[in-house]
């Protein structure tokens, strides 16, 4: 199993997740055309995609995903309250699979399991992939860690984690009080902070891959991040990777 980000922030998300030759691409807050090109990056096609699981209704997650199932054909994995925001119906989309939020799906041999999390959308999750043998964990919209998630992401064997912001400079920074308190609140995103004790409460025993993602442009940097992090985990910060908005995050094979 390995994994690859085509973009991270808040400018568009999207994650590849590949297993034999499954592929599956999480969020795609990406025009399709940019996506098509981000693909192309990693050697792929969208013709390569098995299937679109998407996260939450915002923009910068799910702003292009109906755009690029139908004009690939690629079906689009949703909870309810999802497909609902997204103001979509099952019935008059063929592509669309409303899933539960507790319960694990299928795509192809991969294991896909719903997580569910505190963020101002209508039934946002995130996900845990697994192949039986290995699990990919990505959390990259979260307010708060929560029991719930701690449990379903310890043991992983890679980590894709959100550290959206610096308190100090969220504090300090150019967004307006209303904004502060919504990206700050328990519904928002993680800080530096947070994710560094979400992770310190996991267990971190067959952890290959640490990454980074979603980092705000204004109120955070990749050093603080990084630091943040390794100080858990006891490594070099070199070794955490970032997922970038421009950038995204080349093949990570988990072995």
Sequence with gaps: MRFASLASGSGGNALIVEHGRTRVMVDCGLGPRDAEVRLGRLGLTPADLAAIAVTHEHDDHAGGAVAFSQKHAIPVYVTFGTCRALGLDPGAMPLARVIDSHRPFYIDGLCVQPVPVPHDAREPVQFVFSDGDRRLAVLTDAGTPTRHM???????????????????MLANGPYPGWLKARVGGPFGHLSNHQSSALLAALDRSRLQHLVAAHLSASNNTPDLARAALAQVVGCTEDWIAIADQKAGLDWRDIR
């Design 150 to 168: 701690i449990e379903m992401m310890s043991g992983c064997d890679a980590l894709v984690l959100e550290c959206n912001h610096d308190p100090e």
